[in-house]
C-alpha cells in the first residue's frame, strides 16, 4: 500500500512538472511589476509600487503596496484610476507621500498610514503647481517636501507657467523656432521648459524654486537613483545640474548645493565628466556621488566619491575597483557605502569603507535600488532571466556574510505555471580576451533534438546580456516557441572591466563583431542541440546597427531582425541629440573623421545585401531618428531583399505601449518562424 502511496506522489509530481506551460505575451503582461521600495524609518514596513498593465485598455498603471519588513503578506493600499507611484514614508512611519494624476495633472499627495490595518487614509494633495510634481522627497525633519517640475526659466511664478502654457495649446499655430541645440530629447521636443527642483511645505502652501535659471537641475534621466538629496539636518539640498552652454555635447554634469531657505547655489564637484546622484552619509560630514573623469564619454568608468563638507576634500572610494557603480546606499554609522556594478552578466552587492580600503563583493545576483533599515538589513530588488524583480532583505551578520530572503512574491501565481529553463553562461577565446555568452534552452527541451538559434546582440553599445529580466527583450519569450537563445557579450560590453568596454571605440564593426562571430562559432561546435543552419540574427540600437553590419559582412544568418538601428553613421550623426555619443565613438564628427564613419557605415556595403530582414522603427526615436530605418528599408526593397518594415508613429527608441508591445513580439517571432522554421 505504501508502495502505491508513494508511486502516487510521483506521479503526480511528475505530472504537475509536465503541465507547466510555454511563457507567453499574455503571461508576461499579466505580471506585476515591482520596483522603488521605501523602508519605513521605523523599520517595520516596505512601500513600494507595482505596475498593472491593462492589454485592453492598452495603458500601465501603478499602485502602492505594503509588506512587513520582517516578511508577509503584501496588501495593496491605493486602487485609483489614475495610478499612485513613488511611495516615500514621513519621517515619523505615520504617513506616506505619492505621486497621482487623479485630480488633473500630477502632484504630491498625502495619505496617513494605519500600521493596524495595512490602509491608507485621510488622503490629501499637497502640490497645486500647475507643472505637475515628480520625483517627491521628505525632509528628514518632516517640514519640507522636495520635487521637480518643468517650467519656463523667465517666469517668475506659477501664474506665469500656467498662463504659458495655455497660450500654447490654444495657438492655431504649432510650429517652433530653435535657436540652440537639445531642442528635441529621447522621444520629446523640449521646448522653452527646462526642469526645476522646488521645496514646499508638508502642510502645504506656495512652493519655492531653489534652482531658477535656464539650465535643467536635474538633468535628463532614464531611471535609477535621484539627483538630488536633504541633509540630515533639513538646512541643506544638494543636486545635479548641467550648466555648460552647449549641453547636447556635454556630459559634464555637476553637484551643487543651496540651502533650503534659498540661495545662489554653490559648486562643489571638479571632474570635467559626469558627478551624479548625490547623497549625504546619516551623521552629516559627507556626500557621496557617482563620477566619470573623462568629459564626453558617457560609458567611462563611474566611480563612488566621498566629498567631506568641512574640508571641501573629494575622495574615489572605488578607484582600484574596475566595475561602474550603479545604486548605493550608506550604512547607519556612516562608515560603510553599499554599492551595485555590473559584474560578469549580474550585479552583486558590494561593500567599501569610506576612509579607504577594498571593495568587498558581498552576495552575487542582478540586485538594484539599494535601501538600508535602522538594524542594517538591506533592501533592494532582485530579478533574474526567469522572474521579474521582487524584494528582498539581505541580511548581514559580523563576519561578513550576507543572507538573503525574499520578502514581496507578487507573481507567484503566473510563474508557477510557466516553464523556462535557466541562463547558462560559457566562456570562450576571442582575437585577445576570453569573451562571456549566454545560452537558454527551449522550455521543452529534449536531449538528441536539434533546435534553431535566436541570436540576440545587446544596445549600447556599452550594455551587457546577463541574468536580468527584460520586458522589450525578454529572452525567455524569444526560446518559448521552441528556440534556443544564444547572448554574447562582446568588446564593448560592460562589466568585463572598463578597457573591455573601452576598446569599442572607432571599431563598431571590428572586435565587436568578430567577438560575435567567433561566440556562435563556440556554441555551434560545443552544443549539439543548437542547429547551425536555422539561426537568426535579432538586435535593437547598436544591435540594431551590428545587425545592419552583418547585412553587409556576414550570409549566416537565414534572417535578421534589426530594430532602431544605425544604418548610414554620417546621417545618423545630423539627426541625433547627445552629439558627445557619436563623437566620442567616433573619435569627431562627420567632417572632421570621415573616413572612419564612413569605414563602419552599414549603407556603403549594401550591394552584399541578401538576408531576408524585418525593420522596426520608431517615429519618436530622436537618439536614432525612423530616418535611420527608412533608409534601411528602401535600400532592401531597391535591392529586391525578402524585407518587411513595422513602423510604430507612437513609439520612441523603446516599444512601450501594451498592444504595440503585443504586435511586437507577435511581428518579430513571426518573421523568424518564416526563415527559420520553413
Known sequence: MLRRVVLAILFLGAFSFAQKRPFTFEDMMALKRVSDPAVSPDGKWIAFSAVEVNLEQNKRTPHLWVVPAAGGTAKQVSNEAAGEDRPRWSPNSRQLAFLSSKDGGPQIWLADFDAAAVALGNERKVTEISTGAGGELWSPDGKWLMFTSDVYPDCPDDACNKQRDEQRANSKVKAAIFTHLFFRHWSAFTGDKVTHIFVVPAAGGVARDLTPGAHDAPPFSLGGEDMYAFSPDSQEVA???????????????????VPVSGGTPKKISTSPGSDSTPLYSPDGKYIAWRMQETPGYESDR?????????????????????????????????????????????????????NGG??????????????????????????????????????????????????????????????????EPFWFTSAKDKVEGFLIKPPNFVAGQKYPVKFLIHGGPEGAWGDSWSYRWNAELFAANGYAVVMINPT????????????????????PFDDLLRGLDYVLAHYSYLDGTRVCAMGASYGGYMTNWILGHSDRFRCIVTHDGMFNTESAYGSTEELWFPEWEFKGTPWQQREL????????????????TLVVHGQLDYRLDVSEGLQLFTTLQRLKVPSKMLYF??????????????LWYKTVNEWVDQWVKK
Do not use: C
Open 239 to 257: 543636486f545635479t545640474s548641467n550648466i555648460d552652454e552647449l549641453a547636447a555635447i556635454s556630459t559634464n554634469n555637476e553637484i551643487f548645493v
Open 649 to 662: 508613429p507612437d513609439e520612441g527608441h523603446w516599444v512601450l505601449k501594451p498592444q504595440n508591445s503585443r
Open 358 to 423: 577594498a571593495v568587498k563583493e558581498l552576495i552575487r545576483g542582478e540586485w538594484d535600488s539599494l535601501r538600508l533599515a535602522p538594524d542594517g538589513t538591506i533592501y533592494a530588488n532582485k530579478a533574474s532571466v526567469q522572474a521579474p524583480s521582487e524584494i528582498w532583505a539581505v541580511h548581514l551578520n559580523g563576519a561578513g556574510g550576507a543572507l538573503p530572503t525574499q520578502i514581496t512574491d507578487l507573481n507567484h501565481d503566473v510563474l508557477a505555471q510557466i516553464a523556462m529553463q535557466p541562463l
Open 597 to 612: 564613419y564612413r569605414k563602419w557605415s552599414p549603407m556603403l556595403y549594401a550591394t552584399r545585401f541578401k538576408t531576408p
Open 492 to 511: 564593448g560590453s560592460t562589466g568585463y572591466g572598463q578597457r573591455f568596454t573601452q576598446q569599442i571605440q572607432g571599431d563598431w564593426g571590428g572586435r
Open 302 to 354: 563611474f566611480q563612488l566619491v566621498v566629498y567631506d563638507r568641512q574640508s571641501g576634500q573629494i575622495r574615489s572610494v572605488t578607484r582600484a575597483f574596475d566595475r561602474w557603480v550603479e545604486s548605493f546606499a550608506w550604512s547607519n554609522d556612516s562608515k560603510m557605502l553599499y554599492l551595485t556594478a555590473d559584474d560578469k552578466g549580474e550585479a552583486p552587492i558590494y561593500v567599501v569603507p569610506v
